[in-house]
């Protein structure tokens, strides 16, 4: 497991190379879906896919910043996809780690219909990064706390970094 997880998290340093902030990022989303899954004790696959979508989740920044001047999440899904394919190709992963991490990446800003634990706890994991780095007022974590957060796990994180 740890192999394919450690060469995505280089692959992707040199994905973002100068981008200390984007880097950043997706330490920390990996950080805490690591964390969150294995508190949920995820099985081991299903940690693997998790660990690689949070490494990857972001990768369609550039080029959604490239091709349209703007990143939002919707373009993020889009532009995803493609460059997780190669880059995951190009490590010989297994097809179907392949298809869930860029079925995750697709769908990493899509709240409605989550559909798996994997997916659950990478968009729970983008939270905790994203309230933190964006300066959500209380209001707005404890909206997204009693929206978005499911596991108990990624309950728990939330409540306690955020002081809930």
Do not use: W
């Not at 997780?84 to 409605?112: K, W």
């Amino acid at each position: 497991m740890g192999c394919l997880t450690e060469q995505v998290f280089q692959k992707m340093i040199q994905y973002f190379a100068s981008d200390a902030k984007r880097i950043q990022h997706f330490t920390k989303v990996h950080a805490y879906a690591s964390l969150i899954g294995k508190m949920e004790k995820l099985g081991k696959n299903e940690q693997q896919v998790l660990e690689i979508a949070a490494l990857t989740h972001d990768i369609g920044i550039r080029n959604a910043e490239y091709k349209y001047g703007k990143c939002d999440g919707p373009l993020q899904e889009q532009e995803g996809p493609a460059p997780a394919r190669e880059l995951l190709i190009s490590l010989d992963a297994e097809p179907q780690i392949i298809e869930r991490v860029i079925y995750l990446i697709a769908h990493h800003h899509t709240y409605s219909a989550i559909v798996g634990r994997d997916y659950q706890i990478l968009v729970e994991a983008d939270f905790l990064v994203n309230l933190y780095e964006d300066g959500a007022t209380k209001e707005a974590v404890k909206a997204a706390y009693d929206k978005i957060f499911c596991t108990v796990s990624g309950k728990k994180l939330c409540a306690l970094m955020f002081g809930l």
